[in-house]
């Protein structure tokens, strides 16, 4: 089975801090996504990436940023943490030849 | 734009059928998706539609209609586990997936 793994469960930060999100998956799919996930907003799309150094922006980029040296890490950065992106971040990973994503167990962001 | 919708509650019993609706307005198709979400869990991939009609999996199915831009996935023979979030997916042009705001599926003895 593929394995999403999400480096923290639960996080709290203060305002201004930069502060790095960390997704790593072990089946070395090309495409990662990072989502937001709030309460009657669904899951909204922040920035994805089809492959290495490759990055594009979802719906909802601004205040974020990602990373992808990896094939099987992608990052997502908050270069300057505010109250307002307090919120559950999920990351995903799809093959080329697969119709389903696999979701990472999410971490929950508070920031303060 | 975008956008998605499905109801954002449904109450059933267990050992009933419930279905839940979603219709979509995109630029660019290429399927419509269904993920299971357990409170506090991630979501989990529960079916695909590329092309019109239906799909099951078990207890579970889905169905599409291109041209109606709409889809609905049923679950039969429901059980207090079926209890989550279900949440329609478009996979549109440039690969990315968006989402409905999801439905929150109660299931009562």
């Known amino acids: 089975d593929v394995k999403v793994t999400q480096s923290s469960r639960y996080l709290v930060k203060r305002t201004g801090e930069k502060v790095f999100l960390e997704c790593v998956q072990d089946?070395?799919?090309?495409?990662m996504f990072w989502y937001r996930q709030d309460p009657g907003l669904g899951l909204r799309l922040i920035y994805f990436?089809?492959?290495?150094?490759?990055?594009e922006k979802g719906d909802i980029p601004e205040g974020y940023s990602v990373s992808r040296e990896k094939k099987e890490r992608f990052s997502l950065i908050l270069e300057s943490a505010s109250t307002n992106q307090t919120s559950m971040y999920l990351c995903?990973?799809?093959?080329?030849?697969?119709?389903?994503?696999?979701f990472g167990s999410g971490t929950r962001l508070t920031v303060v | 734009g975008q956008s998605l919708e499905q109801p954002s509650e449904v109450t059933a019993v267990e050992g009933a059928i419930v279905q839940i609706n979603c219709t979509y307005q995109?630029?660019?198709?290429?399927?419509l998706s269904w993920y299971q979400q357990h409170d506090g869990g991630a979501p989990t991939f529960l079916s695909y539609?590329?092309?019109?009609g239906l799909e099951e999996t078990g207890r579970f199915s889905s169905f599409l209609s291109r041209s109606d831009s709409y889809g609905y996935l049923l679950l039969q023979e429901l059980q207090m586990k079926d209890s989550a979030s279900y949440f329609c997916?478009?996979?549109?042009?440039?690969?990315?997936?968006?989402f409905g705001q999801g439905t929150e599926l109660s299931v009562k003895p």
């Open positions: 995109t630029s660019g198709f290429y399927g």
């Open positions: 089946m070395d799919h090309e495409n």
């Open positions: 990436s089809y492959d290495v150094k490759m990055k």
């Open positions: 997916a478009v996979r549109g042009g440039g690969g990315k997936l968006i």
């Open positions: 995903a990973s799809r093959g080329h030849e697969d119709y389903g994503y696999t």
């Open positions: 539609n590329a092309l019109d």
